[in-house]
């Protein structure tokens, strides 16, 4: 990581991030490790031998803060290598160090203009970031767990979105599942929906377990099965974010924000991430590539009507429902919101 400098103007809110001289065996243009983090590998002797991946994240410290870092400033973000130790059982600490360091590389992309406008040159506001990380302590671990595993699921679309534009969309969609499905657990009564939607196989886990059991396979086996499109559209309208600033101002090129369309639109969306993930149904053509451009100049949010084809293939307008672009913008807020309502429900300020 090379050596960078942290500075915002006399009262102002906002910092910018620039990169000074590079010390030797670092790269330009990351930021410098501040903390020397570590991942830890061990051995679990004498533990039960069930499986428990209920924390596992797949990063490391410093990886899950550079997620919630991204998701925080809306840029893209990308942890470094960490300094790997293993932990024996008779206490000593083994110490395996990478043999060079590596700068990530974002997949390139083969257009002239970007599929996320803006966002290569951002100034990212550092005002939030206190306050968000500051308030992970009022979580309840496994909040944290599943906020972790959402901000890195929105991470890593933004830092391939320009190259792997189809994988941004999957990945925003995924996000915001993660958010829901945790949200879901924490506010629903499962085994209520489980005796309405599966009622024989409520009753045999009644008859072999009772209400416990019931509970029990409700919230593991069940849970999953429960309506997954309406928990996504439930979750997005609960934790609907404002329109993005500096918008286009042509009516026509903008996404309309009223709830009845935008339900429409993020079904739509739920659609094409199915058919991609069950049916081998590529994204439409037009989601992948460059949004168009509105008559002020600025980046459309949506298709225009009529026609769209690529090859042999045809999509109407309503197929197109929104541009990734806005799409980022949306689940980015959606997560935000629904973070700040977490600790603010354990503890209200």
């Known amino acids: 990581m090379s050596f960078t400098e942290l500075r915002s103007e006399p009262n102002s809110k906002s910092a910018i991030i620039t990169a000074l001289a590079t010390p030797t065996g670092h790269e330009a243009g990351q930021l410098r490790p501040v903390l020397e983090l570590a991942s830890w590998f ?6 039960s031998s069930v499986s428990d991946s209920k924390a596992w994240t797949g990063l490391s410290i410093h990886q ?45 992309s083969p ?30 671990p496994q909040q944290t767990v599943d906020l972790v595993r959402a901000a890195r699921q929105y991470a890593d679309a933004l830092w391939m979105a320009e190259g792997e534009p189809e994988l941004a969309w999957l990945m925003l969609v995924s996000a915001v599942e993660v958010a829901a499905a945790a949200h879901q657990a924490a506010t629903v ?88 993930l069950h049916g081998g149904v590529a994204f439409p053509w037009p989601l992948l590539i460059p949004p168009p451009v509105a008559d002020d100049g600025l980046p459309a949010e949506h298709f225009a009507k ?18 990734l672009a806005i799409f980022a913008h949306l689940v980015r807020g959606v997560l935000l919101r629904w973070w700040t309502a977490m600790a603010d429900e354990l503890n209200p300020r």
């Open 42 to 47: 061990r051995d679990p002797v004498g533990e």
């Open 64 to 108: 899950e803060i550079t997620a919630l870092l991204s998701l925080i400033l809306g840029i893209r973000l990308r942890g470094d290598d960490p300094i790997i130790r293993r932990r024996l059982p008779d206490g000593c600490i083994n110490t395996y160090k990478v043999a060079g360091r590596i700068a990530p590389n974002a997949p390139a």
């Open 111 to 140: 257009w002239a203009s970007p599929v996320l406008p803006g966002l290569a040159d951002a100034q990212a506001d550092f005002a939030p970031v206190r306050g968000y990380l500051e308030s992970l302590p009022r979580l309840e």
């Open 189 to 276: 009564d499962y085994a209520l929906l489980v005796k309405a939607k599966f009622p024989r196989s409520s009753e045999a886990l009644l008859a072999s377990g009772g209400e416990q059991l019931l509970v029990e396979a409700a919230t593991t086996e069940f849970g999953h099965l429960i309506g997954a499109t309406s928990r996504f559209l439930a979750f997005t309208k609960a934790f609907l974010p404002e329109p993005p600033p500096g918008r286009t101002a042509d009516p026509g090129a903008q996404l309309p924000w009223s709830w009845t369309k935008m339900s429409k639109a993020l079904n739509t969306v739920y659609g094409h991430r199915s058919s991609r």
């Open 306 to 323: 009529g026609l769209h084809g690529s090859g042999d293939t045809t999509w109407l307008a309503a197929d197109l429902p929104m541009t």
